[in-house]
């Protein structure tokens, strides 16, 4: 059974491409799910204090310091 190698790509191309659209609508889905349950997480989340600044994060960055 031979074939020409143009027919190979072109399998593996379309095969590609169909796993990406697949995958695109597959996560459209997916990230539906996950955005419409963190809303509630985030809401009652008490928001992240910042690192402190200084020689505690960059002991070699003197330009740091306040």
Known sequence: MQ??????????????????LL?????KKYKNKINASNLEEAKTKKKIPPPPHGEITAPDAPWLKK
């Open 23 to 27: 995958g695109k609508n597959a996560f």
């Open 3 to 20: 074939y020409h190698p143009i027919i190979g790509i072109i399998i593996f191309l379309v095969a590609i491409i169909l796993a990406f």
